[in-house]
């Protein structure tokens, strides 16, 4: 009989089955159902359906998703110390994903017979627990690609794999509400009366109801795909590791630090797009029901990018394809700023290039992140998936929460009209008009220039990375080897 370590150590070296692949994607298009949906049309949601102010909005994404950068440490440090029957992540997908998309119901459900500060306390608690429960559900998510293989190129079919599955979602989720939302246009076209607008909110609020309860049941049975076909197969000599252990691991790992760094940057660009999508399409091209088509062509672009990932990144490495690809996000970025909407192909081409080098970026991002994780291991002999992802996931947190924030708060600077009772149906100024095309293209192409200049003196290429693996695994090995003498 052979050696127990080596056979563990092949089988986290071989070929990845499909349905892993396939199950690794479920798991992202998921996460999206919750989280696309928030970072596409809770803004729109909060000022044109619930009523409160742009400026309260603003504020409150930046409080909100401050916290939830917390909570990712928090999430990572209880991953960090699990060690179940099924593993170490795949409970967190279990039994998690009910709660989280069932939390995501809530969040867009605001009672409208609340007044306005009892809405703007509800809208805080609801999205903060969100944020919380996400943690606990993505973290594990994200981590569970460090601990399913170590083959460079079988981790790239994975990080690939969930940039799949989360273009489906997003995609899928903006042609569903944008199109119910752009029949529900008309109706708002004719308003004239708060009455007429109090109609409008309540048939959009509708819309959002009957999605979430769909995304419960859809989700969750997305996650459970994920749990039973991700095993984890990467030997851990260490199943539980302390908070001091685990700084100790972060203190030196330079690639973490470099890559968060550059993602800081890029991510404030990319989350600020998000939420400025739906106003995009409406005040700027003048149909709300765009969405679904811009939406198509600058996220869905990674479903034709995603499957030439792999080969992309065997060809070039993944260090050179995310230092060079921001160069698309810079292109595309300032050609949209000063594409006329009269010009709507150019519109779509400039989209389609930002969508190009986002779509590799924050894929190829995600790789980087699970090779940090054996440097982490190969410097100081523990290994932490958790705490590693954790504070990756932290980075994009606080981005997604400056991102946001900036989206709304350029609302408020260029002097966005919300409708309310006494403008329904209101005309914005020029000035609110020029605010949603620079977040929409300069913001996303300075901070891509910024991010790539960061990633220069990331030190760990494909070729670091199998040195330092196969010497960690080889240690490994002779320690089990070493262990198993004794034993005997």
């Known amino acids: 009989m052979g050696n127990p370590a080596r056979v563990e150590e092949l089988r986290s070296m071989g070929r990845l089955r499909r349905r892993t692949v396939a199950g690794y994607a479920a798991g992202d298009f998921a996460c999206n159902l919750a989280f696309s949906l928030s970072t596409s049309f809770l803004l729109y949601y909060y000022t044109d359906v619930a009523g409160i102010s742009a400026a309260a909005v603003g504020t409150m994404f930046l409080v909100v998703r401050l916290w939830d950068a917390f909570a990712d440490l928090l999430a990572g440090r209880i991953v960090d110390s699990t060690m179940t029957r099924w593993g170490k992540f795949r409970p967190f997908l279990m039994f998690g994903a009910a709660p989280l998309l069932f939390l995501s119901y809530l969040t867009f459900n605001v009672p409208a017979s609340f007044d306005d500060g009892l809405k703007l306390v509800y809208a ?16 594990p998510y994200g981590s569970l690609a460090s ?10 079919k994975l990080v690939a794999a969930r940039s799949f599955g989360a273009g489906i979602g997003g995609v ?22 708060s009455s007429d607008l109090l109609a409008y909110q309540e048939s959009v609020q509708n819309v959002f109801t009957q999605v979430t309860l769909a995304f419960v049941v859809i989700g969750t049975a997305a996650f459970w795909f994920t749990a039973w076909a991700c095993r984890e197969q990467v030997v851990r000599t260490q199943p539980r590791i302390t908070i001091k252990e685990t700084f100790a691991t972060l203190k030196h790992n330079k690639p973490l630090a470099y890559l968060c760094g550059s993602s800081f940057f890029y991510l404030i660009g990319y989350f600020a797009v998000g939420g400025s ?84 970026m924050n894929t190829v991002m995600f790789g980087l992140e699970a090779d940090t994780v ?14 590693s992802y954790a504070i990756f996931s932290f980075t994009r947190k606080i981005t997604q929460s400056l991102g946001g924030a900036l989206g709304a708060w350029a609302l408020a600077v260029g002097g966005y009209v919300a409708a309310s009772a006494v403008t329904p149906s209101p005309v914005q100024p020029e000035s609110a008009i020029i605010a949603i095309k620079a977040t929409m293209g300069l913001l996303p192409a300075a ?17 670091v990375f199998r040195r330092i693996r196969n010497e960690t695994e080889q240690r490994k090995l002779a320690a089990r080897t070493e262990a198993d003498a004794i034993a005997s």
């Not at 601990?147 to 790239?156: D, H, I, L």
């Not at 050179?320 to 081409?349: D, E, I, K, N, R």
């Not at 054996?374 to 705490?387: D, F, H, L, V």
């Open 147 to 156: 601990a399913v293989t170590q083959s460079v190129r079988e981790r790239a």
């Open 374 to 387: 054996e440097y982490g291991e190969w410097k100081s002999g523990r290994r932490s998936e958790g705490a």
């Open 277 to 360: 999508t739906a106003f995009y399409a409406l005040y700027v091209l003048g149909d709300i029901g765009l969405v679904g088509l811009l939406t198509l062509v600058n996220v869905g672009i990674s479903l034709v990018i995603t499957p030439f990932i792999p080969a992309i990144v065997e060809r070039f490495g993944k260090k050179a394809t995310f230092q060079y690809c921001g160069l698309f996000t810079v292109v595309g970025g300032v050609g949209l700023f000063f594409a006329p909407a009269s010009m709507f192909w150019l519109v779509l081409l400039t989209l389609a290039v930002k969508g190009v080098g986002a779509s590799l």
């Open 447 to 463: 901070a891509a220039v910024i991010a790539m200049l960061i990633f220069v003196k990331y030190p760990l290429t494909d070729e």
């Open 172 to 193: 899928v989720l903006a042609f569903v509400v944008g199109h119910f939302v752009s029949e529900l246009r008309a109706q708002k076209a004719a308003v004239e009366s």
């Open 124 to 139: 805080y608690a609801t999205y903060a627990v969100l944020g919380l429960v996400y943690s606990l559900v993505n973290i």
